[in-house]
T-cell receptor, first 111, second 114 residues
């Protein structure tokens, strides 16, 4: 799997948009970008994934650059419950390959 | 859908004893499951890949005789920490691949060895 780099921590004011960046400059053509988050002492939770088009669901939006070397996860209106560690992972789909987690970004939503 | 149930959620055991952690796929079949370990304030570290009907594949540095993995059915994988020591205290998480959505994860098991 391609390696990803993320800032170790970020703060965001409650109600504002949280924009979490991820660099994946060595991503392969068939690899998707996945975002997960882990709230303290819980298993990781799926957020969103995409290949090259921007994606949106009820939780977040994913913006992938045209060259696919980086992406941004957007939480449009952050709440205190969004405080978690956010992981960006790249992987080819349906391969059964392992997820290797990087260090992620610890997001703190401030009241 | 795509729920993975992990049990127990937390366990305390005495040093030298063994502990079994179960991971079940509730609404799908998982020929492969993955086991992770996470120390406080650290990321998830892949320990091993559990394969139904065959031997598990361990990551470098993980002792296969200490962390026994059994994947006897398409819905159940177990991790047994044998002769546990305090340094084995950690958060253990299982997961299974689920199509295009990557992985679905269990809720984790907090192991404390005293």
């Amino acid at each position: 799997d391609a390696k990803t780099t993320q800032p170790p921590s970020m703060d965001c004011a409650e109600g504002r948009a949280a924009n979490l960046p991820c660099n994946h400059s060595t991503i392969s053509g068939n690899e998707y970008v996945y975002w997960y988050r882990q709230i303290h002492s819980q298993g990781p939770q799926y957020i969103i994934h995409g290949l090259k088009n921007n994606e949106t669901n009820e939780m977040a939006s994913l913006i992938i650059t045209e060259d696919r070397k980086s992406s941004t996860l957007i939480l449009p209106h952050a709440t205190l419950r969004d405080t978690a560690v956010y992981y960006c992972i790249v992987r080819a789909p349906n391969t059964g390959n392992q997820f290797y987690f990087g260090t992620g970004t610890s997001l703190t939503v401030i009241p | 859908g795509a729920v993975v149930s992990q049990h127990p959620s937390r366990v305390i055991c005495k040093s030298g004893t063994s502990v079994k952690i179960e991971c079940r796929s509730l609404d799908f079949q998982a020929t492969t499951m993955f086991w992770y370990r996470q120390f406080p304030k650290k990321s998830l570290m892949l320990m091993a890949t559990s394969n139904e009907g065959s031997k598990a594949t361990y990551e470098q540095g993980v002792e296969k005789d200490k962390f026994l993995i059994n994947h006897a059915s398409l819905t159940l994988s177990t991790l047994t920490v044998t002769s546990a020591h305090p340094e084995d205290s950690s958060f253990y998480i299982c997961s299974a691949p689920k199509g295009n959505y990557g992985y679905t994860f269990g809720s984790g098991t907090r192991l404390t060895v005293v």
